[in-house]
Nanobody, 124 residues
Framework: QVQLVESGGGLVQAGGSLRLSCAASEQTFSNYVMGWFRQAPGKEREFVAATTWSGSSAAYSDSVKGRFTISRDNARNTVYLQMNNLKPEDTAVYYC?????????????????WGQGTQVTVSS
């Protein structure tokens, strides 16, 4: 069982930056594709970004491409989401997730383990 704990959320003005972290309990963390998803009030959970086990490849949703960067430090069992030029529409609860099954990294059904989420609020 992999436990994931997110941190780094908060309140920021539009145009500002935040860095989310997700610490994993599992020593085999490096075996997993790691993803970030978000869910705004009244909306479905949506894909934000994902990175391969090595961190050499990443994918982003169109809405965050060029503003957000996903990275990972396997030695620290941690994945990060650097969010720059934040917009009010980025306001959501952000979740990290770990995937080891086949399937699209952009689909939440492909992920087996989830964190509890961290709130990001962007004011205009």
């Amino acid at each position: 069982q992999v436990q994931l704990v997110e941190s780094g959320g908060g309140l920021v003005q539009a145009g500002g930056s935040l860095r989310l972290s997700c610490a994993a309990s599992e020593q085999t963390f490096s075996n997993y594709v790691m993803g970030w998803f978000r869910q705004a009030p009244g909306k479905e959970r949506e894909f934000v970004a994902a990175t391969t086990w090595s961190g050499s490849s990443a994918a982003y949703s169109d809405s965050v491409k060029g503003r957000f960067t996903i990275s990972r430090d396997n030695a620290r069992n941690t994945v990060y989401l650097q969010m720059n030029n934040l917009k009010p529409e980025d306001t959501a609860v952000y979740y990290c997730a770990a995937k080891f099954r086949p399937g699209s990294a952009a689909s939440d059904s492909s992920y087996s383990y989830w964190g509890q989420g961290t709130q990001v609020t962007v004011s205009s």
